[in-house]
């Protein structure tokens, strides 16, 4: 293994220690416990937007915590939820007074530990609503969910619910929102490699050089199926189909297209998939509305990539163009 660390056992503090210097004008972090929040948090009268996971899948969640997304991330160990104690003081520092809108990721220490903080946060006066996010297409269970896994598609209800925030909605409102994206985003993976989480030193599965896992989940978790290696038209073929399939999504439908890699694919590689899935759009008389492409949701360094699309409609067209300024996304400012 090699990688850019210190003691495997402190990457996450020394991350976020990182995020602080570089970042003083966008956010701000707390050490003990662990979160981050935007830097002018809380902003009197508006939702708080808060969500966090296991650290490894960066620039998700911390990476888009400021005006128009997220007021607040908080990262756990690496691939581990964090505990319900830091969830509790990053929803304190981030409400306003018109509550906090908890997104989930659908896997099981995410949505326990959410819950348990919630509960507390609301036994001491905070209003707390949560939504979860299950995008992914490939499996309905696995070993870290109940139900499908959330992927990539968080990206998008992070975006467009802290929109709506940002724009003054309410709670309840926002929350509709958040549950409305979800409830129109698929996605779906394919890993090439994988990841090699610091603290374990070797990778989490074995898949050789000329395999690929289709449907793979941001862990590492298994997928629908491993198959021998493909063109990239055909892989985007079968993520593709599968992800239209499902919604079902249909002709005239506009949509935003984000092509994610996740870790160790490169940006080059990125367009080619992305090339070919808007030729696939045309094909089906999808609308190529909005798009998105890079290292959003990622695996530390796995080589892969995974597709999502949304079906918008006008609301949500006006949402994703509204100022958004974070550090892995900004535009509009």
């Known amino acids: 293994m090699k990688k850019?660390?210190?003691?495997?056992r402190a990457v996450v503090d020394e991350a976020v220690r990182g995020v602080a210097a570089a970042h003083p004008d966008l956010l701000r972090v707390s050490l003990d416990p662990v979160y981050i929040v935007r830097a002018d948090a809380p902003v009197s009268g508006k939702v708080g937007l808060?969500?966090?996971?296991?650290?490894?899948?960066?620039?998700?969640?911390g990476g888009f915590v400021g005006p128009g997304m997220l007021d607040g991330a908080v990262p756990g160990a690496v691939f581990t939820s964090p505990?319900?104690?830091?969830?509790?003081?990053?929803?304190?520092?981030?409400?306003?007074?018109?509550?906090?809108?908890?997104?989930?990721?659908?896997?099981t220490g995410d949505v326990l530990n959410f819950e348990t903080a919630a509960e507390l946060a609301e036994a001491e006066g905070v209003r707390v609503k949560a939504v979860v996010v299950d995008d992914d297409v490939a499996v309905k269970d696995s070993l870290y969910t109940a139900g499908r896994r959330g992927v990539a598609g968080t990206v998008l209800v992070e975006r467009l619910a802290g929109a709506a925030a940002e724009r003054g909605?309410?709670?309840?409102?926002?929350?509709?929102?958040?549950?409305?994206?979800?409830?129109?985003?698929?996605?779906?993976?394919?890993?090439?490699?994988a990841p090699v989480v610091p603290?374990?030193?070797?990778?989490?599965?074995?898949?050789?050089?000329?395999?690929?896992?289709?449907?793979?989940?941001?862990?590492?978790?298994?997928?629908r199926e491993r198959i021998p290696l493909e063109p990239v038209d055909a892989i985007v073929d079968r993520l593709l189909g599968a992800v239209i399939?499902?919604?079902?999504?249909?002709?005239?439908?506009?949509?935003?297209?984000?092509?994610?890699?996740?870790?160790?694919?490169?940006?080059?590689?990125?367009y080619i998939a992305f090339r070919r899935a808007a030729e696939v759009l045309a094909e089906r008389g999808l609308e190529l509305t909005r798009s998105l492409v890079g290292n959003y949701v990622?695996?530390?360094?796995?080589?892969?990539?995974?597709?999502?699309?949304?079906?918008?409609?006008?609301?949500?067209?006006?949402?994703?163009?509204?100022?958004?300024?974070?550090?892995?996304l900004r535009w509009g400012r």
Do not use: C
Request: proline share 6%.
């Open 4 to 8: 850019l660390i210190g003691d495997p």
């Open 245 to 270: 399939e499902d919604l079902p999504f249909e002709s005239g439908d506009r949509v935003l297209l984000l092509v994610n890699g996740m870790g160790g694919t490169p940006l080059i590689e990125l």
């Open 83 to 107: 505990t319900p104690d830091p969830i509790v003081a990053a929803t304190k520092a981030v409400d306003g007074g018109a509550g906090v809108l908890h997104i989930v990721k659908n896997y």
């Open 50 to 61: 808060v969500s966090g996971g296991g650290s490894g899948h960066e620039p998700l969640h």
């Open 298 to 328: 990622t695996s530390l360094e796995m080589q892969g990539m995974s597709i999502t699309l949304l079906q918008l409609d006008d609301e949500l067209v006006e949402l994703w163009d509204a100022p958004v300024q974070t550090v892995a």
């Open 199 to 223: 603290h374990v030193g070797t990778p989490s599965f074995d898949i050789g050089d000329d395999a690929i896992e289709i449907g793979i989940g941001i862990h590492g978790e298994p997928g």
């Open 169 to 193: 909605d309410d709670l309840d409102a926002v929350a509709a929102i958040a549950e409305r994206v979800n409830s129109r985003t698929r996605s779906m993976g394919v890993a090439l490699t």
